[in-house]
């Protein structure tokens, strides 16, 4: 009997050594090595100068290493997959936005993964509007114009977008539905194709995220129109709403933020959650994030998955009405 018991302690005690050992690390020993940050998209689109600006001031502030890595394609779903099927383990986290988690989904109908159910909200970073911007030699020197130009003829003004089903192009065609015009979309693989064409004058207007396009406003190469938030950029406070341009409550953003694979220990979240909120808060990541066109806005977790789960239900019937298909 004694010798039963004792080796029943012994099995126990050693079952028990094992799992602390397999045992995720506590948040206080968070991070104990480099921080991988998947950045679903090309590099210098507005997702990729966010995600660089992040991970750069997360290693100053936090003195934490985290490396930026582009894992660009199909819309950003690649990326997103990526991250999906990495270890929840807090050290390989993603840049997600309205493009890759809202509205991929409803475009690529064959995606083996669920944003609301295989990712765990971290933080949120910034939002920011589309601008419809054109060559500052264009003849547009207004949105009015662009509209007076189509309504005359008819799918002859083009622009570019980021590509076929993103955001920026979806808000394009909000746009020539709220006006009832025609205009040409020509979709482009990343934001850099779109805008060279347009400053080359071979689209007549761009549609881009404003960090995509704030370095050619303002070198003056690059005229914006109008921006398509409910209120003016920050950034570029002078440049109309498209909403005060005549066309009323139209509200068109994007928003950034991190995301870990589903199951990543909670007390980690909170950890990089609060850095990052901790980040945004001061004068130099604000300014920083102004000076790419965007706005910061600090989240917690919580409020971060609620706005995934509600955007991701509204844009579905959006993406329906919009006939985007992916070519």
Do not use: C
């Amino acid at each position: 009997m004694m010798r039963t018991l004792l080796s029943f302690f012994a099995l126990a005690f050693a079952l028990g050594t094992t799992a602390h050992a397999q045992a995720p690390a506590p948040a206080a020993a968070y991070p104990a090595k480099p921080i991988r940050l998947i950045v679903p998209f090309p590099p210098g689109g507005g997702t990729d100068i966010l995600s660089r600006l992040v991970a750069t001031k997360l290693t100053e502030s936090a003195k934490w290493t985290v490396v930026a890595d582009n894992r660009a394609g199909a819309g950003g779903t690649i990326g997103i997959g990526e991250a999906v099927k990495a270890a929840p383990t807090g050290y390989d986290l993603v840049m997600g936005q309205k493009d890759n988690l809202v509205i991929g989904p409803w475009l690529y109908k064959n995606l083996p993964w669920d944003p609301t159910k295989d990712l765990t909200a971290v933080a949120h970073v910034a939002y920011t509007p589309v601008v419809i911007a054109t060559s500052a030699n264009s003849k547009f020197k207004t949105l009015a114009d662009v509209v007076a130009a189509a309504k005359a003829a008819p799918g002859t003004v083009t622009y570019g977008s980021p590509g076929n089903g993103t955001s920026i192009h979806l808000a394009g065609d909000l746009f020539e539905k709220a006006a009832g015009i025609k205009l040409s979309h020509i979709p482009y693989k990343g934001s850099n194709p779109a805008l060279m064409d347009a400053l080359s004058g071979n689209v007549d207007l761009l549609m881009s995220s404003v960090p995509s396009a704030m370095a050619q406003i303002k070198s003056g190469k690059l005229r914006p129109l109008a921006v398509t938030s409910a209120k003016r950029s920050s950034s570029m406070p002078e440049v109309p709403t498209v909403s005060e341009s005549g066309f009323k409550d139209f509200d068109v953003s994007t928003w950034y933020g991190v995301f870990a694979p589903a199951g990543t220990p909670a007390a980690v979240v909170n950890v990089v959650n609060a850095e990052i909120n901790k980040l945004l808060a001061t004068p130099e990541m604000k300014a920083a994030i102004h000076a790419q066109g965007a706005e910061p806005e600090a989240m917690s977790a919580a409020q971060l998955n609620t706005l995934l789960k509600a955007d991701y239900a509204k844009w579905k019937g959006i993406v329906e009405a919009s006939g985007a298909k992916i070519e």
